[in-house]
């Protein structure tokens, strides 16, 4: 049940982050972020957009050096050891990264090799995936003619195929109907319990946060404002409030800082938001 875990003894965290910080110029967007993610556990990031959700998750696939502070990620230092994070970690990004030109089977192929799957696993772990993915039968159709929420169960059985130990998802659910956003979260849930992974995951929709992570960090403006479990977060606000609640009661409104800050201010922190998230 999401909320079950608790605090991780320092042995069964996954992801640390200690004072993580990234500038672009003078803007901060993500700012003395600290953080421990246990093993096994479905760790869900809200915030507006711009608030750095993306920006934290592509220093932590190491897609983005951090300016200042630490992190680890399955026990290897995201500066020093870039490489080995790489090996260990499995990433969904938003974008489309499946080719649509491409089978099924043929996209996990490629992903197999690029990922150093040794030859004779990679038949019997692409079939696998495909089986837990519910996409055997379309395994050899071309991707171009998958709908949305097969598109995902396919980008994310390939950054499983190396078995990796943390799974980092960035808005699974993104442009996906109700009924495709329940297949995707069945697999990721199935995966959690089956192969104990550590999902971190960003989403918009405060329902499936609130139904699937076991515990979630709400950033705003670069800044961890709130950590917890869903039931603490909503009991902190009042009796009977929703993640939405707990989202408009921390969330610093958009006018709320604007005194002083001039056009240029103003483009530049919409350049940044467009390009790093």
């Not at 980092?168 to 089956?194: H, I, K, N, Q």
Request: charged residues 25%.
């Amino acid at each position: 049940m999401p909320g079950h875990l608790a605090d991780a003894a320092p042995r069964d965290v996954t992801v640390r982050t200690t004072a993580l910080t990234r500038k672009f110029g003078d803007l901060v967007a993500v700012d003395r972020v600290t953080l421990a993610i246990n093993r096994g556990e479905i760790f869900g990031l809200i915030g507006p957009n711009g608030a750095g959700k993306s920006t934290l998750i592509k220093m932590l696939t190491t897609l983005l050096p951090p300016s200042a502070g630490s992190a680890e990620v399955a026990g290897f230092d995201i500066v020093n050891a870039p490489a080995e994070v790489r090996r260990h970690i499995g990433y969904v990004p938003q974008l489309l990264s499946a080719d649509g030109s491409l089978t099924g089977y043929e996209n996990l192929l490629l992903s197999a090799r690029l990922y150093g799957v040794p030859r004779t696993e990679r038949r019997r772990r692409i079939e696998g995936a495909l089986e837990r993915m519910g996409l055997k039968s379309a395994a050899h159709r071309l991707v171009g003619h998958y709908s949305g929420g097969m598109i995902r169960r396919l980008e994310i059985a390939q950054s499983l195929l190396h078995r990796p130990a943390v799974l980092f998802l960035d808005e699974p659910t993104v442009g996906l109907d109700p009924a495709a956003r329940e297949a995707v979260w069945e697999r990721v849930l199935d995966l959690r319990d089956r192969f104990h992974r550590t999902m971190v995951v960003t989403s918009h929709h405060m329902d499936e946060v609130d139904q699937f992570c076991d515990r979630i960090a709400l950033i705003d403006r670069g800044r961890v404002v709130a950590v917890g479990t869903s039931a603490d977060l909503k009991a902190n606000v009042a009796p009977g409030a929703t993640l939405d609640d707990v989202f408009v009661r921390l969330v610093t409104p958009t006018g709320g800082t604007e005194l002083g800050e001039g056009y240029g201010d103003v483009r530049r922190a919409r350049r940044a938001e467009r390009e790093h998230g």
